[in-house]
């Protein structure tokens, strides 16, 4: 059965309307997930609801114990995903207006434009072209800061500037740990240069000429994307914090 009305507008209101794990905010596109299953004997109560965005929510559902591949949410960490996020969301007056709390989020800012400087962000997600070869220097950048937005010490305490950092590690990890970035490989015979398989434009078959394509155009979109959410991050917490 699905959650009563007024336990789903309570949820919704205790997290802000931002997923508990992803932490973006998703506005209506939000679900209330049941915690505990009621086929495992879950109910309809409040502490066994969890607020999630589309895709976690996919996520959470779509685990098959029977082909099992990466790991399945447990209950009990679905349960500290949720507790961890309303906590913080109730906490977010002080969060704004007291200037202790502030300071350590302007620190957090201050780092994270030290580890994503705009050059780097601007160079490698918004002019590179994707169907050009770069060099391998691009993947150890990617790998360091995915693992920089991973830990919970890039997290924001304030819920609105948590959300658009949020959204960016999203937009970062769809575009270089999706389908169309699998497809880069390194460049035959040349040292630290990586990119699509050249091969493909050379070959007589139409479709296999056509899917360079469009996993450069993929690509392409998904980086511009990813440095649109880099840009709106840095404004909207740059003015959220009030930082010259």
């Given at each position: 059965m699905p959650f009563a009305l007024n336990t789903r507008e309570e949820a919704l209101v205790a997290c802000g309307r931002h997923c508990c794990i992803c932490h973006r905010f998703?506005?209506?596109k939000i679900?209330?997930?049941?915690i505990q299953t009621e086929a495992e004997g879950g109910d309809d109560s409040l502490s066994n609801c969890i607020p999630l965005c589309f895709d976690c929510h996919a996520d959470v559902?779509?685990?098959?114990?029977?082909?099992?591949?990466g790991t399945k949410y447990r209950i009990s960490e679905l349960r500290s995903h949720r507790d961890r996020w309303i906590e913080r969301v109730s906490n977010a007056t002080p969060a704004i207006f007291d200037e202790e709390r502030r300071s350590v989020d302007r620190e957090l800012f201050a780092t994270i434009k030290l580890e994503i400087p705009e050059s780097l962000a601007r160079g490698q997600l918004k002019d590179q072209c994707w169907g050009q070869p770069f060099s391998g220097d691009v993947l150890v950048q990617f790998r360091r800061i995915d693992r920089f937005l991973e830990s919970i010490e890039s997290e924001f305490i304030d819920p609105t500037c948590e959300g658009y950092r949020?959204?960016?590690?999203?937009?970062?990890?769809?575009?270089w740990l999706g389908d169309d970035f699998l497809q880069v490989s390194p460049v035959d015979h040349t040292a630290n240069l990586y990119r699509l398989p050249k091969e493909w434009t050379r070959s007589s078959n139409s479709k296999v000429r056509q899917q360079f394509n469009d996993h450069m155009n993929n690509l392409?979109?998904?980086?511009s994307e990813a440095f649109d959410a880099y840009e709106t991050m840095i404004r909207e917490v740059r003015r959220l914090l009030i930082v010259r």
């Open positions: 998703v506005g209506t679900e209330c997930h049941h559902q779509h685990y098959n114990p029977q082909h099992p591949k949020a959204e960016f590690f999203l937009a970062f990890r769809k575009f392409n979109k998904q980086s």
